[in-house]
């Protein structure tokens, strides 16, 4: 290999096993996230063998991380991410929960941020969310219904919410129109992989992460 091929190699296994180390991931637990054995990871991650892209791939999802993390060149693209609207891929179900990200791919981000539409008799699911940061959210359109422990906050049009996300929280939208809205949230890396592992099932599995709130968090 050249010089170049040994000094990228070298790059993505430091990044994998960085990632996985800040996800508290063991070499075990990436195997079964990813659907790659144990071995490979561990060859991928002391440069013992080239992974190939599909292994990357898989490595990638199961990090919750765009494989574009793990491969990027030069220092600009490590941080700044330019994405246009086009590009980006609303999942989910509509009549039901719509989510798209708007945050990009950046190496260690320390923000996320989602629009989500959420339509009537729609919740964020069954169990409450809460993590150590911090949350924004933004009404755009309609009304959404944000619970935080005892309390209950209804954001309307242009309304916004900032809240310790320590705080256990879930939304729902209790009206008769689908209600539109911005969150950002400063997300730990773990809980990070996690809720992009859960929108990636919200591609595949229609009903997965939402659901009626009749009958929800009674």
């Given at each position: 290999?050249?010089?170049?091929?040994?000094?990228?190699?070298?790059?993505?296994?430091?990044?994998?096993?960085?990632?996985?180390?800040?996800?508290?991931?063991?070499?075990?637990?990436?195997?079964?996230?990813?659907?790659?054995?144990?071995?490979?990871?561990?060859?991928?991650?002391?440069?013992?063998?080239?992974p190939s892209v599909a292994v990357?791939?898989?490595?990638?999802?199961?990090?919750?991380?765009h494989v574009s993390q793990l491969?990027?060149?030069?220092?600009?693209?490590?941080?700044?991410?330019h994405v246009s609207a086009r590009?980006?891929?609303?999942?989910?179900?509509?009549?039901?929960?719509?989510?798209?990200?708007?945050?990009?791919?950046?190496?260690?981000?320390?923000?996320?941020?989602?629009?989500?539409?959420?339509?009537?008799?729609?919740?964020?699911?069954?169990?409450?969310?809460?993590?150590?940061?911090?949350?924004?959210?933004?009404?755009?359109?309609?009304?959404?219904?944000?619970?935080?422990?005892?309390?209950?906050?209804?954001?309307?049009?242009?309304?916004?919410?900032?809240?310790?996300?320590?705080?256990?929280?879930?939304?729902?939208?209790?009206?008769?129109?689908?209600?539109?809205?911005?969150?950002?949230?400063?997300?730990?890396?773990?809980?990070?992989?996690?809720?992009?592992?859960?929108?990636?099932?919200?591609?595949?599995?229609?009903?997965?992460?939402?659901?009626?709130?009749?009958?929800?968090?009674?």
């Amino acid at each position: 290999m050249s010089p170049a091929v040994d000094q990228e190699l070298a790059r993505i296994s430091q990044r994998i096993r960085k990632a996985r180390d800040a996800a508290g991931l063991t070499l075990q637990e990436l195997a079964a996230k990813s659907g790659v054995a144990t071995s490979t990871i561990q060859k991928v991650e002391t440069e013992q063998m080239i992974p190939s892209v599909a292994v990357i791939l898989k490595i990638a999802r199961g990090l919750g991380m765009h494989v574009s993390q793990l491969v990027q060149e030069g220092e600009e693209a490590l941080e700044v991410s330019h994405v246009s609207a086009r590009e980006r891929q609303p999942i989910g179900s509509k009549g039901k929960l719509v989510v798209e990200r708007l945050s990009g791919d950046l190496l260690e981000p320390a923000l996320e941020m989602w629009r989500v539409t959420i339509y009537p008799g729609v919740s964020s699911g069954r169990q409450a969310i809460e993590y150590d940061g911090e949350e924004i959210a933004i009404c755009e359109a309609g009304e959404v219904t944000f619970c935080l422990g005892e309390q209950e906050y209804a954001l309307a049009t242009g309304d916004s919410l900032h809240f310790k996300a320590s705080i256990p929280h879930f939304w729902r939208n209790d009206g008769d129109s689908p209600a539109r809205f911005i969150v950002t949230g400063t997300l730990p890396r773990k809980f990070r992989a996690a809720l992009r592992q859960q929108i990636g099932a919200l591609g595949t599995d229609r009903e997965a992460g939402f659901q009626s709130t009749r009958g929800t968090h009674e």
